[in-house]
């Protein structure tokens, strides 16, 4: 009788596969909208486990404070600050509506008030393309266009960290440590790689699954690997022309 799959295993949620929470600082998001109009100040840069990009702690009036992925140039001391008439300076956060055309932006809202959902990860950017009556139109870091509320928060400038992935990893340590950082699974095995008890594409000399990779949506655990409720699989043919 075979083992369970590692699959299942991390399913079950138990703190093999759980990320760690230890050197962990806080999560990126803007203060609430009523925060508009306050100035503030950059008290620290940090680093936060398992993120590529620098943090940056803004502390605002009224005892307010919050974090954000760090724009290239920013320094502790500067001041920054939120709201709509505030000038075009890196690390100011203003409504995208407000914002001129070909600005290249970061930490940018889906909705208003969410805090931030796109352009977060270390050396990515964003850029105001049009305004519309209707929204904003923005170039996103997958060079797709899309159209934003004017009433969502961006932060001037591109997020620090650039060029993190262009030095590689000499030693398979440093990578397991990233990726624990982050709940990876790591090392990632082929499952052709396998026994025929640790998984189901596993056995056979020639490294080949003797079965569909395909599986039904509906699989029970254990079963359910490789492509998943897949339409098709493999190279397309190209159809010729009547």
């Known amino acids: 009788m075979g083992k369970k799959l590692r699959v299942q295993r991390r399913g079950r949620g138990s703190p093999t596969f759980r990320a760690a929470k230890k050197g962990r600082v806080a999560p990126i998001k803007y203060p609430p909208l009523k925060a508009e109009g306050l100035r503030g100040v950059i008290r620290d840069l940090l680093h936060e486990a398992g993120r590529g990009a620098p943090l940056a702690h803004v502390e605002l009036g009224e005892g307010m404070s919050y974090y954000i992925s760090a724009p290239e140039g920013v320094h502790i001391g500067q001041e920054v600050a939120i709201g709509p008439d505030?000038?075009?300076?890196?690390?100011?956060?203003?409504?995208?509506?407000?914002?001129?055309?070909?600005?290249?932006?970061?930490?940018?809202?889906?909705?208003?008030?969410?805090?931030?959902?796109?352009?977060?990860?270390?050396?990515?950017?964003?850029?105001?393309?049009?305004?519309?009556?209707?929204?904003?139109?923005?170039?996103?870091?997958?060079?797709?266009?899309?159209?934003?509320?004017?009433?969502?928060?961006?932060?001037?400038?591109?997020?620090?960290?650039?060029?993190?992935?262009?030095?590689?990893?000499?030693?398979?340590?440093?990578?397991?440590?990233?990726?624990?950082?982050?709940?990876?699974?790591?090392?990632?095995?082929?499952?052709?790689?396998?026994?025929?008890?640790?998984?189901?594409?596993?056995?056979?000399r020639h490294r080949h699954p003797g079965k569909s990779t395909t599986v039904s949506r509906h699989a029970p655990p254990g079963r359910k690997v490789g492509l998943i409720a897949a339409r098709s699989s493999g190279k397309k043919k190209r159809r010729r022309r009547a």
């Open 86 to 204: 505030v000038p075009i300076r890196v690390g100011n956060v203003l409504p995208l509506g407000m914002i001129p055309e070909g600005t290249m932006v970061c930490n940018i809202e889906l909705r208003p008030g969410d805090g931030g959902r796109i352009a977060r990860s270390s050396g990515t950017y964003a850029t105001v393309v049009s305004h519309m009556p209707t929204g904003t139109v923005v170039k996103m870091p997958s060079k797709r266009n899309i159209e934003l509320p004017n009433d969502c928060r961006a932060t001037i400038g591109i997020v620090a960290g650039g060029g993190r992935k262009e030095k590689p990893f000499m030693k398979a340590g440093e990578r397991y440590h990233l990726e624990k950082a982050k709940g990876h699974v790591y090392p990632k095995t082929k499952g052709v790689s396998m026994t025929a008890a640790s998984h189901p594409h596993g056995g056979g």
